[in-house]
């Protein structure tokens, strides 16, 4: 992989808590456990072991960082701000906090890479 764009905003996905019990065997196979934390600018949220997030809680995540990378706020689809949301895996087990930050880039399709 050759990354030759330096994306306009990092995200960082953080476990905050569990609905079905105070743990996660037998109810995710991910094995998240409260305070585990991913990070990823444009690919998929991996851990600082390398291991890559949930795909299911992947699929639940890709619009709502879209959004983001569209200008848009998190508030107007019950974030807690601008930049903040906290989602429940599709299993309805783990609790996430998605978080942006905003690195001062220029947007992928306004700042004319291509001409």
């Known amino acids: 992989m050759k990354k030759w764009y ?23 196979r991910n094995g998240e456990e409260i305070g585990d934390q991913y990070t990823c600018t444009y690919g998929c949220p991996v851990n600082a072991d390398g291991q890559g997030i949930c795909s299911k809680t992947m699929m639940m995540l890709y619009p709502i960082m879209e ?5 848009g706020d998190l ?12 989602i429940v895996c599709p299993d309805g087990c783990v609790m996430f906090r998605l978080t942006a930050k905003k690195l001062g880039n220029e947007n992928f399709y306004k700042g004319k890479f291509f001409d």
């Open 6 to 28: 330096a994306e306009e905003y990092e995200f960082t996905i953080e476990v905050v808590g569990f609905l079905r019990s105070d743990h996660t065997e037998r109810y995710c």
């Open 67 to 71: 959004a983001i990378r569209s200008g």
């Open 75 to 86: 508030e107007n689809i019950g974030g807690d701000g601008r930049y903040t949301k906290n």
